[in-house]
Every structure is written in structure tokens, then in C-alpha cells.
């Protein structure tokens, strides 16, 4: 299984960068996907989520990016996303992409058994 992520870059403080996770042998449908992030020093930490399980949960949101960010995925092309909108100088950080087969959406990173390898997002002010 490996997942890839791509999308990082430099991008100003208010503007918009859209991160893509892609899948090789494992399917998105029948796994929750999600982002986190993590920067020097600190532990990593939960962006957001989107189980496979569209019928019991909806798609989570740290309360830090809730209303910025939002997830979606292409199944077809076993491919997720994280739309990222009005970045701040605080969202800079390596974003991580995960999956697992768990129908709930942990926070905890601990729980998730694929990721991706990372993607440096930098937001200047």
C-alpha cells in the first residue's frame, strides 16, 4: 500500500492551496481517509476526516481549520483531497495523509495504519 501526497508549496497568508493524496493498492471507498499536519518539535496533528461510512458520519474538522478546510475524494481514481482556503501563517506545516479501515473518524493518528509521506505547505504572512 503507499500513499502519495503532492500539492505543498508556498502560498500567502489568505490565498488557497488544494493537497491531493493518491492511493496504490488500496481502495478510498471502503477506508476513512484524513489530513494531518505536523511541524518541527511538536506532535502531529488531526486537520480532518471523511469515512467511507457516509451514512454515520459526516467529515470532522479540527476546530482550527473548521469553515477553511474541506476534504473530499474521488473514488474513481482512488484519490483524496484537502481544499485549504484563507491559510494563515499558522497553517505552515508538513501535511500528512491517512487511511485506515476503521468506519469512525479518530483524531488520533495512532489509529490509522496507511500514510502518505508528506507535503510542506508554507504560508508567509
Known amino acids: 500500500v503507499q500513499l502519495q501526497a503532492s500539492g505543498g508549496g508556498l502560498v500567502q497568508a489568505g490565498g488557497s492551496l488544494r493537497l491531493s493524496c493518491a492511493a496504490s493498492y488500496l481502495t478510498f471507498s471502503t477506508n476513512t481517509v484524513a489530513w494531518f499536519r505536523q511541524t518541527p518539535g511538536k506532535e502531529r496533528e488531526f486537520v480532518g476526516g471523511s469515512s467511507w461510512r457516509r451514512d454515520i458520519n459526516t467529515p470532522r474538522y479540527a476546530d482550527s481549520v473548521k469553515g477553511r478546510f474541506t476534504i473530499s475524494r474521488d473514488n474513481a481514481v482512488n484519490t483524496m483531497y484537502l481544499q485549504m482556503n484563507s491559510l494563515k501563517p499558522e497553517d505552515t506545516a508538513t501535511y500528512y495523509c491517512?487511511?485506515?479501515?476503521?468506519?469512525?473518524?479518530?483524531?488520533?493518528?495512532?489509529?490509522?495504519?496507511?500514510w502518505g509521506q508528506g507535503t510542506l505547505v508554507t504560508v508567509s504572512s
Open positions: 491517512a487511511a485506515d479501515r476503521a468506519a469512525v473518524i479518530y483524531a488520533s493518528s495512532n489509529v490509522y495504519k496507511y
